[in-house]
């Protein structure tokens, strides 16, 4: 038996891996560090073969980052409601609602970004739009990440700080967050790295194709790696363009790597 699921595991990781390995041989020719600190950064968009991708590597960075600023408080007052205030049948409905919301795909959230966001409030396509639609996104499994490490912490801890007259917001300051900080921390990085992942929903709410170096305010459009690929991809006459789009898919790659194994480290490092 053990042999069998051995044999049945084995094609899930080595195509994964086959995966990683040929991306890196194909961005082989053009990743190099002129591709990310070129000095020509202000030509970007249908000009952009060939210059350096640092704008779109910025620009993806702002939509992670701020889509974790958004995300992380409402995320951390699901958690401790959860924990603290939601009767039992309370817990089963957002548990329910939390696995729902993560089960909806990305696209039908960038298209609604597009519908409200976009034409109904007249945001435009901005970072701000981009970053709020993959804050939704990432909303149920940066939860999840929070409730179940504030369910990792003993019951026995929180007892004795509340017998000692403490209030909810001392255990929560004094108890929970020592406690359980790499577990939050993992849950963060995860987040990070599955915003970085996401391209559908920022098609349609945050990103241009040219025209843009650097966004001038919230409410600009930006650039970013995912759409720099997409357009490059399109260009499959152009041995040059194919090239530098396997390079930029390997950067992004390595982006999301980081954060990942970041974040496995950190939860080795709590088992331990």
């Not at 086959?18 to 190099?32: D, E, H, K, R």
Request: net charge positive.
């Amino acid at each position: 038996m053990k042999i069998i699921l051995i044999l049945l595991a084995i094609p899930a990781m080595l195509l994964p891996a086959a995966c990683v390995l040929y991306i890196f041989y194909q961005a082989m020719p053009a990743l190099n560090l002129s591709l990310i600190f070129g000095s020509d950064i202000s030509v970007v968009g249908v000009n952009s073969i060939g210059q350096s991708i640092l704008p779109q590597i910025t620009g993806s960075l702002l939509l992670m980052a701020l889509a974790c600023f958004i995300a992380l408080p409402i995320a951390f007052s699901i958690a401790l409601f959860h924990a603290f205030w939601a009767s039992q049948r309370q817990k089963q409905l957002l548990m329910a609602v939390l696995q729902m919301l993560q089960g909806i795909p990305p696209i039908v959230y960038g298209l609604c970004g597009l519908i409200v966001l976009v034409h109904t409030l007249q945001w435009g396509i901005s970072l701000a739009t981009g970053g709020v639609i993959l804050a939704i996104i990432i909303l149920p499994l940066l939860s999840n990440s929070l409730i179940h490490a504030f369910a990792r912490i003993p019951h026995e801890q929180t007892d004795a700080a509340l017998s000692l007259g403490l209030s909810k917001f001392k255990v929560i300051v004094r108890v929970w967050l020592p406690a359980s900080w790499s577990n939050i921390l993992t849950g963060l990085l995860l987040s990070m790295a599955r915003a970085l992942s996401e391209t559908a929903p920022i098609l349609f709410t945050a990103t241009v194709f040219s025209g843009i170096t650097w966004p001038d305010s919230i409410f600009s459009p930006v650039t970013s790696l995912q759409t720099h690929i997409f357009y490059l991809a399109q260009e499959g006459s152009n041995v040059q363009a194919i090239h530098t789009a396997w390079a930029s898919a390997a950067t992004l790659l390595l982006l999301v790597l980081c954060f990942s194994l970041t974040a496995w480290y950190l939860r080795r490092y709590d088992r331990a």
